[in-house]
């Protein structure tokens, strides 16, 4: 079984910061693809910012250098640092990642179970 714990969300002012964790855990070979997506109240989920193995990052075009995205894969936990938050960052985040497992190894989409950001202004 692999598990994805998410950690960090709360209430923040508005030009504050946050960092959320995700940990990955469990029967794992390797993990690909890691990233966090968020979904706000009537919307759909969007990518917020995304990391391959190699190191490569994506952010979605909302982010403008606010967000930073990083990981551990000593420790399969990757990192969102969140700066200069606005009202309109307010979301539930989701921690995905792609992660191999088993004999014969395949590839899992997986998603933690979403952490609640929320930013006042």
């Known amino acids: 079984q692999v598990q994805l714990v998410e950690s960090g969300g709360g209430l923040v002012q508005a030009g504050g910061s946050l960092t959320l964790s995700c940990a990955a855990s469990?029967?794992?070979?390797?993990?690909?693809?890691m990233g966090w997506y968020r979904e706000a109240a009537g919307k759909q989920r969007e990518l917020v910012a995304a990391?391959?193995?190699?190191?490569?990052?994506t952010y979605g075009d909302f982010v403008r250098g606010r967000f930073t995205i990083s990981r551990d894969n000593a420790k399969n936990t990757v990192f969102l640092q969140m700066n200069s938050l606005k009202p309109e960052d307010t979301a539930v985040y989701y921690c995905?990642?792609?992660?191999?497992?088993?004999?014969?190894?395949?590839?899992?989409?997986?998603w933690g179970q979403g952490t609640q950001v929320t930013v006042s202004s």
């Open positions: 469990g029967s794992i070979l390797s993990i690909n693809d």
């Open positions: 995905k990642a792609n992660i191999v497992v088993g004999s014969p190894r395949f590839e899992f989409q997986y």
């Open positions: 990391t391959r193995s190699d190191g490569t990052t």
